[in-house]
């Protein structure tokens, strides 16, 4: 539906995804930002050459209309 000046309203979604990172501590405290930038790089070409992103994203967690 348009807004008076005849413009379709935009919206915000926060969208979840899961990916998972190998570390030697059980309490993941190892965990570096390099670690976790490979394991998010791996799990998007995965994404892309299984073409499974709806299913791994699922809908939106949140909301919010954007203002002009």
């Known amino acids: ?3 008076q000046q005849g413009q379709k309203p935009t919206y ?3 969208i979840l995804m899961a990916f998972s ?3 030697e501590r059980k309490s993941g ?7 976790l930038r490979a394991a998010l790089m791996q799990r998007i070409k995965d994404l892309d050459e299984n073409n499974e992103w709806l ?3 699922g809908p939106p967690e ?7």
């Open 21 to 23: 990172v190998v570390s």
């Open 12 to 14: 915000n979604h926060l």
């Open 29 to 35: 405290k190892d965990i570096t930002p390099a670690m």
């Open 1 to 3: 539906m348009a807004d």
């Open 62 to 68: 949140d909301t919010y209309k954007m203002e002009d």
């Open 55 to 57: 299913e791994a994203c």
